[in-house]
């Protein structure tokens, strides 16, 4: 339940960057082939926030399809695990080109406007 | 670099309109992508004929593009460097409770004790009773219980480097928590993440566990004294190993009888010990 601690850096660095302001929402990149779950990540959510600038946040995931290159024939192969056999040549060496991303994207957050 | 979408001035051609405000990127690829880095308003405007004092709360736009795991991964670069300047080999042993790491740790220890020193983190959610049987064969240990937490992370080595203080031209082994998920998330600033797995498991571990297969370099089938007694197939491990990870360097041992150890041994002896 890796989930649970990295939700916690997620708030936490999420915080950092608000400055105070109060985040309506985030938008979170997590590649398909990552050993991380989404729906752990948004059973998590809402308890790490509780107390922080990101209490009542909108959670916005967005999930990264998984891609490959072949290194034997250089074809681009979509992947739903972190390997795969190349539909071209056969060869499993696979370099992950997308699909390994766990990255917070972005942040809405409460801006008095004059 | 553009934070709208993270493109690179200097690595692809920028067009900026200053009019407009709006500008125009040229992907390598040959995408053109148009937008502009301007204010929104979200619904209320600001004119100039009729000036008004308002206060609105609307939504501002933080971009981040942070790594979530980017303060361990800068940890655990410190780390390799910490290593490398002490020309140290770092190994974080991962695989599930039970597949023989501590036994494999004490044969290695014992029967490279004169060739090379080798010091050892362990890492448990609880007890030092690892930490103990390291101890008796006479090297440096330091224990690490996670609590909780079900991998080490790079601060934690950290700390348990500074308490550990190896010695230079050494090999220090992070036995890692018995967990064949967590870990393959978590760099730690090793040279090499070796996965240890027991035929008394299943054959298929490697694609069930696939990160943690692919995240390492080193797979040890160990426990093949007693394949006679266990339905494990080790040429179909290897082939499942191979499928997520070709470029895995695989060894087939037994801890217990020392059958198989010495190509482990031979390859730690590629780095210079």
Known sequence: ?114 | MCVTCGCSDDAQVTITNPQTDEHTHILSDGTVISHSHSHEHNGHSHTEEAPQIHAQIHGTTITVEQNILAKNDLLAAQNRGWFRGRNILALNLVSSPGSGKTTLLTRTIQDLKDRVVISVIEGDQATANDANRIKATGCKVVQINTGTGCHLDAEMVERGLQELNPPLDSIVAIENVGNLVCPALFDLGESAKVAILSVTEGDDKPIKYPHMFRASQVMIINKIDLLPYVEFDCDRCIEYARQVNPHLKIFQVSATTGEGLDAWYHWLGDFGF
Request: glycine share 8%.
């Open chain 1, 1 to 114: 339940m890796h989930e649970l601690g990295i939700t916690r850096n997620i708030v936490a660095i999420a915080a950092e960057y608000a400055q105070g302001a109060k985040v309506k929402r985030i938008t979170l990149e997590i590649g398909k082939l990552t050993a991380i779950f989404p729906d752990a990540i948004r059973f998590c959510f809402d308890v790490c926030c509780q107390g922080t600038v990101l209490e009542g946040a909108e959670l916005d995931l967005i999930e990264i399809p998984g891609l490959a290159c072949c290194r034997q024939c250089q074809a681009e192969i979509s992947l739903e695990m972190p390997y795969g056999i190349c539909h071209t040549c056969g060869s499993t060496d696979l370099a992950i080109i997308q699909g390994e991303e766990l990255k917070i994207k972005e942040l809405e957050v409460d801006a008095v406007c004059v």
